[in-house]
């Protein structure tokens, strides 16, 4: 059965995520702050301040707001561009009134940093570099041209150069710093997020088609003694209606007719799940079931169970998890997709612990990302040596985060490593180690089957 393709959320789209009013409101505490600044500075502290320019800058502010609330609706989401010129408004905004008032001498030029750390939040980088870049060359001539403050006394209020370029450099560095830093730490939980959400997709891929598995399972189960009594019936009035041909070919068709279907009920419940009676599988089945779609891919897939015991009775009985399944199907795919002819999958149990073991006679993980594994990477796809050596590899190291995340949820702890030179395959190795209370199944009477709860 083919499967849709996860369609990832585009990164150069997290700007549309940014509310129109959010800024708004944002813009008017902003505007609050700098009437209350102005007056604070003139009646309290005594500060000759360009009163007038700086009432004209504070009014494009509040233009602006009124502007937006009247024309745009309250859930108004911007784009990129709309995003940027708003940022840019507002550092142009800002910068004027620090030119008005002081220049790099005002302590509040500092909150030049605000526009740009939201940009470097909900912007690509190439519109945060672009804002970080203006705010540099305001804050530069903000430095260079601005009004001197005065007191009342018309005592100039002017620091050091020295202090004044010390407080230009750090304004410029902690801009530099912010955008990389801040941008950095977004894109890794976006990244997160993501891989997050294609985990989430591919589990509920995987249970859907454990129910719909389940689904037929169950009916092939119930229907089976329906269908063997039609058989048995059919077949004796077969022998019954021999000098009838009529009847007797209506009985025959009856007798072939419950036998197919009873064939096409086994065929399509192959991979059932659903029925009680077969949601508990041997931890041998289990690995087996998880590794059967990748058997057949020209790579020599050999099993290896704890003392030959495959078929000991006593071998742990585990819950048919999804996540489970799921989640050792991605690690083998990734081993025979890396593997030069074969793949070991080593399987035991023991007292406390239930474990298995895969490894290949490919080159093994990188040393560079070897303590990364299980991280979503989340790369574009490169055409590559790496990618020509494994067809359909999107590099974007989803395949392994999705299966070590779902293991991982579902009680193992995993390891990942290179196979040392005295093990019998020299590639990569992954390890996962159980607790046996984390899969095996409660020893209970199974009942009868429960109908399948669709969401």
């Given at each position: 059965?083919?499967?849709?393709?996860?369609?990832?959320?585009?990164?150069?789209?997290?700007?549309?995520?940014?509310?129109?009013?959010?800024?708004?409101?944002?813009?008017?505490?902003?505007?609050?702050?700098?009437?209350?600044?102005?007056?604070?500075?003139?009646?309290?502290?005594?500060?000759?301040?360009?009163?007038?320019?700086?009432?004209?800058?504070?009014?494009?502010?509040?233009?602006?707001?009124?502007?937006?609330?009247?024309?745009?609706?309250?859930?108004?989401?911007?784009?990129?561009?709309?995003?940027?010129?708003?940022?840019?408004?507002?550092?142009?905004?800002?910068?004027?009134?620090?030119?008005?008032?002081?220049?790099?001498?005002?302590?509040?030029?500092?909150?030049?940093?605000?526009?740009?750390?939201?940009?470097?939040?909900?912007?690509?980088?190439?519109?945060?570099?672009?804002?970080?870049?203006?705010?540099?060359?305001?804050?530069?001539?903000?430095?260079?041209?601005?009004?001197?403050?005065?007191?009342?006394?018309?005592?100039?209020?002017?620091?050091?150069?020295?202090?004044?370029?010390?407080?230009?450099?750090?304004?410029?560095?902690?801009?530099?710093?912010?955008?990389?830093?801040?941008?950095?730490?977004?894109?890794?939980?976006?990244?997160?997020?993501?891989?997050?959400?294609?985990?989430?997709?591919?589990?509920?891929?995987?249970?859907?088609?454990?129910?719909?598995?389940?689904?037929?399972?169950?009916?092939?189960?119930?229907?089976?003694?329906?269908?063997?009594?039609?058989?048995?019936?059919?077949?004796?009035?077969?022998?019954?209606?021999?000098?009838?041909?009529?009847?007797?070919?209506?009985?025959?068709?009856?007798?072939?007719?419950?036998?197919?279907?009873?064939?096409?009920?086994?065929?399509?419940?192959?991979?059932?799940?659903?029925?009680?009676?077969?949601?508990?599988?041997?931890?041998?089945?289990?690995?087996?079931?998880?590794?059967?779609?990748?058997?057949?891919?020209?790579?020599?897939?050999?099993?290896?169970?704890?003392?030959?015991?495959?078929?000991?009775?006593?071998?742990?009985?585990?819950?048919?998890?999804?996540?489970?399944i799921h989640g050792l199907r991605n690690l083998i795919q990734n081993a025979v997709d890396f593997a030069q002819s074969e793949v070991r999958i080593d399987v035991g149990w023991s007292?406390?612990?239930?474990?298995?073991?895969?490894?290949?006679?490919?080159?093994?993980?990188?040393?560079?990302?070897?303590?990364?594994?299980?991280?979503?990477?989340?790369?574009?796809?490169?055409?590559?040596?790496?990618?020509?050596?494994?067809?359909?590899?999107?590099?974007?190291?989803?395949?392994?985060?999705?299966?070590?995340?779902?293991?991982?949820?579902?009680?193992?702890?995993?390891?990942?490593?290179?196979?040392?030179?005295?093990?019998?395959?020299?590639?990569?190795?992954?390890?996962?180690?159980?607790?046996?209370?984390?899969?095996?199944?409660?020893?209970?009477?199974?009942?009868?089957?429960?109908?399948?709860?669709?969401?």
């Open positions: 059965m083919s499967q849709p393709s996860i369609g990832y959320i585009d990164q150069n789209a997290r700007s549309n995520w940014m509310r129109l009013r959010t800024l708004v409101l944002v813009r008017w505490f902003a505007i609050a702050g700098q009437v209350l600044a102005l007056v604070i500075g003139q009646q309290l502290y005594g500060l000759k301040l360009a009163l007038g320019p700086c009432a004209i800058a504070i009014g494009l502010s509040v233009l602006t707001n009124l502007l937006a609330v009247v024309i745009f609706p309250d859930n108004r989401r911007l784009s990129e561009a709309e995003t940027v010129l708003t940022l840019l408004f507002d550092t142009l905004q800002l910068s004027l009134l620090l030119a008005f008032t002081g220049g790099l001498n005002n302590p509040f030029a500092l909150l030049i940093l605000a526009p740009v750390t939201i940009a470097a939040t909900v912007l690509p980088s190439r519109s945060t570099l672009l804002l970080a870049s203006c705010a540099v060359g305001m804050v530069t001539i903000v430095g260079l041209v601005h009004i001197p403050l005065r007191t009342e006394n018309n005592n100039l209020l002017e620091m050091p150069v020295v202090f004044v370029f010390g407080f230009w450099v750090a304004i410029v560095t902690g801009i530099i710093f912010i955008s990389i830093y801040t941008r950095r730490v977004t894109a890794e939980m976006t990244s997160m997020s993501e891989a997050l959400l294609a985990t989430q997709m591919a589990l509920a891929r995987e249970q859907k088609l454990t129910d719909l598995g389940g689904v037929v399972a169950a009916t092939a189960h119930e229907l089976g003694t329906p269908l063997a009594t039609i058989k048995l019936v059919s077949a004796e009035l077969m022998e019954e209606l021999q000098d009838a041909k009529d009847l007797h070919s209506d009985a025959q068709l009856i007798h072939e007719q419950a036998e197919r279907c009873g064939d096409i009920l086994r065929s399509m419940g192959r991979a059932g799940k659903d029925d009680l009676h077969l949601r508990i599988t041997p931890w041998s089945a289990l690995v087996r079931e998880a590794a059967e779609p990748h058997l057949d891919r020209g790579k020599n897939v050999k099993f290896v169970f704890s003392q030959n015991l495959e078929f000991d009775m006593d071998q742990p009985k585990t819950l048919r998890k999804p996540e489970v007292e406390a612990e239930i474990f298995v073991t895969i490894s290949d006679d490919g080159s093994g993980f990188a040393p560079q990302v070897i303590n990364r594994i299980g991280d979503p990477f989340m790369r574009r796809k490169k055409h590559d040596a790496q990618s020509s050596a494994r067809p359909g590899y999107d590099g974007m190291g989803l395949g392994l985060f999705i299966a070590k995340t779902l293991l991982e949820r579902s009680g193992s702890e995993l390891e990942f490593l290179n196979a040392s030179t005295d093990h019998s395959l020299r590639g990569a190795v992954v390890r996962g180690v159980w607790p046996r209370g984390k899969l095996e199944a409660a020893k209970l009477p199974i009942g009868q089957n429960r109908p399948i709860g669709v969401s």
